[in-house]
């Protein structure tokens, strides 16, 4: 039995929502005062998620959702999303309808929400037509609160023909920017989501996203139909995550360096085409690592099953293009490594926001070559839309000013989606760890002295090569090794010259010919500096990124041994029940239980994230082996 046609049908999980459904006694919400919406969307909290308070927003967009407004959300991933819809879903006396662009999405929500006792389905082409008529029955008894469906199917006459028999009170958007042309994941069905305003004009309809910029924001609202929706945008703000770039020197070295100090953790690595993915990833493995492939070009079971072992803590690194995207709700994941630079900051935004999303500290580190700015702006030039062309160079153009920046990584961030932070956040790598300057005016002379030398037709590498004195056959053919410039950077390493040279390019002294192999040319500003004519200051080259290790966990004083014990129970019921680990506890949970060390009920319940659903399904055998820790300790 697939988990869509999976009921909520155990005698503990039906009799939570019955006697939630009487105690509650739901009338038509719309006309209940708004104290009333909040003190049953504060019991529904605390008693099926587990938690004592909403985060900042939540209440208040909840509130309008169970008043009958249309809401637009936008908060960032691991902000508390789908809350939003979950509560007024469960006070709402009908059913509500969940938009959802990805299978995995919806099989993840779906298992998470029946492990806390409520009942939910979803329909989507893996599930035939007499378990999609038992889910309709379900509807149609009143059984089932949350039907999760793909844009595709929602559209359909019939689907639309059998919800009109039903009692729907609530349509939630998810993932709403998918409904914009200027969002990063347009899907062209999620333009045709205002039908669903025609055909059911009184259920209100939240849309939900976590990365929207201003022309996105109206335009989802826009195209949704949304009437005079309540708005709620919460900061963009993961001061969890740490924002680290590096320098690309030798990037697959650099990136065996960081993963050996990860210590097993859980992580993404994103690459810009599927030959990189399949190269690194075979690389890594040869190493030791236990890590897969994900990209588009494998079959549709080879993906699901690399999906799901990485949800299941069975592989602990991802290689993957930009395919590893939204389905990807895997709460413990510590850190998310670009290998090349992104196309904007909101697939960065976006990307990076899989990490940490239970709230512990997490890092997002990007390699970062200059000269991919050249590469990746050639790929627009086939864009045919002049309009979105410019967009996209826009955009691009904000994420490479990103990877320049010599000041608070946060703060450009930040400002890109609006939200002003006037003080330097102190958790990115400017801020640790902040640019030296030295006067660089000799080095800079030797570096264009030698372009200048070897009649500026040669890139980069060879003219570190030169500075250096390397010994190769392609200088002694060119008989370069006779000139004045020859050797005379030996002092400094290759990755020295490299960023100097970098530094350069930026400061506008030499400029790189695409057209011509990115050789490099001295430009008109090169000659106040060969003449000496100013003080040139340049940044300390960064040879090795400064990685300062974190506890993930160092919020608690909590008791590791225990905490490793209470991980090796979560992974065998989790397997026992065919669900991810963080579907039966998150880490933030595991890691209050290893501190407070409940061995009844009602510390149990204490803990956050633990409702009585997970008390009564997970609650004896995790106080069991917290009794026993204490009893030999």
Same mark, same amino acid.
């Given at each position: 039995?697939?988990?869509?046609?999976?009921?909520?049908?155990?005698?503990?999980?039906?009799?939570?929502?019955?006697?939630?459904?009487?105690?509650?006694?739901?009338?038509?919400?719309?006309?209940?005062?708004?104290?009333?919406?909040?003190?049953?969307?504060?019991?529904?909290?605390?008693?099926? #998620?587990?938690?004592?308070?909403?985060?900042?927003?939540?209440?208040?967009?909840?509130?309008?959702?169970?008043?009958?407004?249309?809401?637009?959300?936008?908060?960032?991933?691991?902000?508390?999303?789908?809350?939003?819809?979950?509560?007024?879903?469960?006070?709402?006396?009908?059913?509500?309808?969940?938009?959802?662009?990805?299978?995995?999405?919806? $099989?993840?929500?779906?298992?998470?929400?029946?492990?806390?006792?409520?009942?939910?389905?979803?329909?989507?082409?893996?599930?035939?037509?007499?378990?999609?008529?038992?889910?309709?029955?379900?509807?149609?008894?009143?059984?089932?609160?949350?039907?999760?469906?793909?844009?595709?199917?929602?559209?359909?006459? %019939?689907?639309?023909?059998?919800?009109?028999?039903?009692? *729907?009170?609530?349509?939630?958007?998810?993932?709403?920017?998918?409904?914009?042309?200027?969002?990063?994941?347009?899907?062209?069905?999620?333009?045709?989501?205002?039908?669903?305003?025609?055909? #059911?004009?009184?259920?209100?309809?939240?849309?939900?996203?976590?990365?929207?910029?201003?022309?996105?924001?109206?335009?989802?609202?826009?195209?949704?139909?949304?009437?005079?929706?309540?708005?709620?945008?919460?900061?963009?703000?993961?001061?969890?995550?740490?924002?680290?770039?590096?320098?690309?020197?030798?990037?697959?070295?650099?990136?065996?360096?960081?993963?050996?100090?990860?210590?097993?953790?859980?992580?993404? *690595?994103?690459?810009?085409?599927?030959?990189?993915?399949?190269?690194?990833?075979?690389?890594?493995?040869?190493?030791? #690592?236990?890590?897969?492939?994900?990209?588009?070009?494998?079959?549709?079971?080879?993906?699901?099953?690399?999906?799901?072992?990485?949800?299941? %803590?069975?592989?602990?690194?991802?290689?993957?293009?930009?395919?590893?995207?939204?389905?990807?709700?895997?709460?413990?994941?510590?850190?998310?490594?670009?290998?090349?630079?992104?196309?904007?900051?909101?697939?960065?935004?976006?990307?990076?926001?899989?990490?940490?999303?239970?709230?512990?500290?997490?890092?997002?580190?990007?390699? #970062?070559?200059?000269?991919?700015?050249?590469?990746?702006?050639?790929?627009?030039?086939?864009?045919?839309?002049?309009?979105?062309?410019?967009?996209?160079?826009?955009?691009?153009?904000?994420?490479?000013?990103?990877?320049?920046?010599?000041?608070?990584?946060?703060?450009?961030?930040?400002?890109?989606?609006? $939200?002003?932070?006037?003080?330097?956040?102190?958790?990115?790598?400017?801020?640790?760890?902040?640019?030296?300057?030295? %006067?660089?005016?000799?080095?800079?002379?030797?570096?264009?002295?030698?372009?200048?030398?070897?009649?500026?037709?040669?890139?980069?590498?060879?003219?570190?090569?030169?500075?250096?004195?390397?010994?190769?056959?392609?200088?002694? %053919?060119?008989?370069?090794?006779?000139?004045?410039?020859?050797?005379?950077?030996?002092?400094?390493?290759?990755?020295?010259?490299?960023? *100097?040279?970098?530094?350069?390019?930026?400061?506008?002294?030499?400029?790189?010919?695409?057209?011509?192999?990115?050789?490099?040319?001295?430009?008109?500003?090169?000659?106040?500096?060969?003449?000496?004519?100013?003080?040139?200051?340049?940044?300390?080259?960064?040879?090795?990124?400064?990685?300062?290790?974190?506890?993930?966990?160092?919020?608690?004083?909590?008791?590791?041994?225990?905490?490793?014990?209470?991980?090796?129970?979560?992974?065998?019921?989790?397997?026992?029940?065919?669900?991810?680990?963080?579907?039966?506890?998150?880490?933030?949970?595991?890691?209050?239980?290893?501190?407070?060390?409940?061995?009844?009920?009602?510390?149990?319940?204490?803990?956050?994230?633990?409702?009585?659903?997970?008390?009564?399904?997970?609650?004896?055998?995790?106080?069991?082996?917290?009794?026993?820790?204490?009893?030999?300790?």
């Amino acid at each position: 039995m697939t988990a869509a046609c999976k009921q909520s049908n155990t005698t503990a999980q039906i009799n939570l929502q019955t006697s939630y459904a009487k105690a509650t006694k739901m009338p038509a919400m719309k006309s209940d005062p708004i104290c009333e919406h909040s003190t049953l969307a504060k019991q529904a909290l605390e008693d099926t #998620f587990g938690y004592s308070e909403f985060r900042a927003g939540q209440e208040a967009v909840i509130n309008a959702a169970l008043s009958g407004q249309d809401t637009l959300v936008l908060l960032p991933t691991g902000g508390g999303k789908s809350l939003c819809y979950q509560i007024p879903a469960l006070l709402f006396d009908g059913a509500t309808v969940v938009i959802s662009p990805l299978i995995s999405l919806m $099989e993840d929500q779906v298992s998470q929400l029946q492990a806390i006792g409520v009942s939910a389905a979803y329909i989507n082409n893996t599930v035939d037509f007499t378990q999609q008529n038992a889910i309709f029955n379900q509807l149609a008894e009143g059984t089932l609160k949350l039907l999760y469906v793909a844009p595709e199917k929602a559209l359909q006459f %019939d689907f639309i023909q059998r919800l009109k028999s039903l009692n *729907i009170r609530f349509f939630a958007i998810d993932e709403a920017h998918c409904v914009s042309h200027w969002g990063h994941d347009f899907r062209p069905h999620y333009r045709r989501l205002s039908e669903l305003k025609q055909h #059911f004009p009184h259920c209100p309809m939240m849309a939900l996203t976590a990365t929207a910029d201003i022309a996105t924001r109206h335009d989802i609202a826009h195209q949704l139909g949304l009437n005079a929706p309540y708005i709620h945008t919460g900061s963009f703000d993961r001061p969890n995550i740490r924002y680290t770039i590096e320098e690309k020197f030798k990037p697959l070295s650099q990136l065996m360096r960081y993963l050996r100090d990860q210590k097993g953790q859980s992580g993404i *690595i994103y690459c810009t085409s599927r030959k990189r993915v399949d190269d690194i990833s075979e690389k890594l493995a040869e190493a030791g #690592f236990n890590v897969a492939a994900y990209h588009a070009g494998m079959s549709n079971d080879q993906r699901q099953f690399v999906q799901k072992a990485f949800a299941r %803590d069975d592989i602990n690194i991802v290689v993957a293009t930009v395919a590893f995207g939204m389905g990807i709700n895997k709460s413990n994941v510590r850190f998310v490594l670009h290998y090349d630079i992104p196309k904007s900051i909101e697939a960065y935004y976006q990307e990076t926001g899989r990490a940490g999303r239970d709230g512990l500290a997490a890092e997002a580190i990007m390699y #970062f070559d200059p000269a991919d700015i050249g590469r990746v702006k050639r790929f627009f030039e086939d864009i045919p839309d002049e309009a979105r062309r410019k967009v996209e160079e826009q955009r691009f153009q904000a994420m490479a000013n990103f990877a320049e920046a010599q000041t608070c990584r946060r703060q450009i961030l930040l400002n890109y989606f609006s $939200e002003y932070q006037r003080e330097p956040c102190g958790n990115c790598d400017i801020c640790l760890n902040p640019p030296k300057r030295f %006067d660089g005016t000799l080095v800079a002379q030797q570096a264009l002295s030698c372009v200048y030398r070897a009649q500026q037709r040669f890139g980069l590498g060879y003219i570190v090569d030169l500075l250096r004195g390397a010994n190769t056959s392609r200088i002694r %053919d060119n008989g370069h090794h006779e000139l004045s410039t020859y050797g005379i950077g030996k002092s400094h390493s290759v990755e020295y010259w490299l960023s *100097i040279l970098r530094q350069l390019v930026h400061h506008g002294l030499l400029a790189q010919d695409i057209t011509q192999g990115a050789s490099l040319k001295l430009t008109e500003a090169a000659r106040a500096v060969l003449r000496g004519e100013y003080v040139l200051q340049l940044a300390e080259p960064r040879l090795q990124a400064k990685h300062i290790y974190q506890d993930k966990l160092a919020q608690f004083n909590y008791d590791k041994k225990l905490f490793a014990k209470l991980r090796s129970l979560r992974k065998e019921l989790a397997d026992a029940d065919d669900v991810p680990p963080y579907v039966v506890f998150n880490d933030k949970t595991l890691a209050e239980m290893a501190q407070k060390m409940p061995t009844d009920d009602a510390e149990f319940l204490n803990v956050s994230g633990v409702g009585f659903s997970k008390l009564s399904k997970y609650g004896a055998p995790f106080m069991q082996l917290i009794r026993n820790y204490l009893a030999a300790s």
